[in-house]
């Protein structure tokens, strides 16, 4: 495939080069679509315009006027994922819907990141998180099989769609890959202490700034010791994040240190975020406000709470729920060099 700058995507002799991965994509959307069908998900198309983009720290959404008929402009969001507007689907009465969600997000380009991108994003009422590892695995080898391979690839990295993912829990990664005991530093109530994983990091000789917080923290060992090490090989399924770590998800019944959160890996580049849904709504007005109280410390800005949102959950029902990032999907089955390459019209430089 060729390595032309995105830039000259419009050119005919650049397309030539990108158009059997974007053929590809074709195939693998259609190949997902019929095995949701088959298992009876409704495929919902929410809009993009929101009261808000999402309340997490450091997502950053794209602002937007929008007018009204009397002249007067309210500032609003394109969402950075459809999460919101799918979960007051599953309030009014769905239980099983998927969305292909073009979604936007500020501050992030790079081989892996685009501006605008497409997310998939299913829900399973009534049904374990645990069930949507193995919907993620189906989804590995559905792209392979469309893609006419039977390896993932992306730079020098490989992983067999085909093979059994590996699964290990946040904490377990961070003993494994980086010799810290991750959970010394949450209380019995899920409470991070920053002195304690801080004087972790020392003994192992892991950099920090002191103003780190814990969660700065808990990236900076991530990014460095462990992402590297996951989805090698085969997949790798990284579960039971810090409840601290999880916004958006119930804390796990065994250990409230921990939540029903997990990320899978393939090639080393995180693929999907999946979760045992929270529907607490004032637990997650709680978690909003402490992610907006970061937001604002470190950038200085923080976005709406969607009310709406909150009312819903006190009607959605017990669900798990996940979101992929279908571009990299892609970019892996078809060992594309970046995410631009399998994108049919790449944003702008």
Request: aromatic share 8%; net charge negative; with cysteine.
């Amino acid at each position: 495939m060729t390595r032309t700058a995105p830039s000259d995507w419009w050119k005919p002799e650049v397309h030539e080069g990108r158009r059997p991965a974007l053929l590809a994509r074709n195939r693998i959307q259609q190949a997902i679509r019929g095995w949701l069908a088959t298992r009876d998900f409704l495929e919902v198309d929410p809009v993009a315009l929101q009261v808000s983009p999402g309340n997490e720290a450091h997502l950053h959404g794209f602002a937007t006027i929008a007018i009204g008929n009397e002249g007067a402009g309210r500032q609003m969001y394109l969402h950075t994922s459809p999460e919101f507007a799918m979960k007051k689907l599953l309030a009014a009465g769905e239980r099983r819907i998927a969305s292909f969600a073009h979604v936007w997000r500020n501050r992030e380009r790079g081989a892996l990141h685009s501006p605008e991108f497409t997310m998939l994003e299913w829900y399973r009422v009534g049904e374990d998180y645990t069930v949507l590892m193995q919907d993620c695995a189906d989804f590995l080898r559905l792209a392979a099989t469309e893609a006419g391979t039977t390896m993932l690839r992306y730079r020098d990295r490989a992983c067999d769609p085909f093979a059994e993912a590996e699964r290990l829990s946040v904490a377990e990664a961070f003993d494994r890959y980086a010799g810290i005991d991750l959970l010394a530093s949450i209380d019995a109530e899920g409470e991070p202490d920053a002195a304690k994983l801080g004087a972790a990091l020392d003994r192992v000789g892991i950099r920090r700034a002191a103003d780190d917080t814990w969660s700065d923290m808990l990236s900076r060992v991530l990014v460095e010791k462990v992402e590297p090490h996951l989805g090698h090989g085969r997949p790798t399924i990284l579960d039971r994040y810090p409840a601290a770590e999880a916004a958006l998800a119930r804390r796990t019944p065994d250990d409230p240190r921990v939540a029903e959160r997990f990320e899978f890996y393939a090639c080393g580049v995180e693929l999907a975020n999946g979760f045992g849904e929270l529907t607490n709504p004032d637990e997650q007005r709680r978690r909003f406000g402490l992610e907006m109280d970061e937001k604002e410390r470190v950038y200085g800005e923080r976005y709406p709470i969607d009310e709406e949102f909150l009312s819903a959950l006190s009607l959605m029902p017990a669900a798990s729920g996940i979101a992929l990032g279908f571009d990299r999907l892609v970019m892996l089955a078809t060992h594309a060099p970046g995410i631009d390459h399998v994108i049919w019209t790449p944003v702008a430089r």
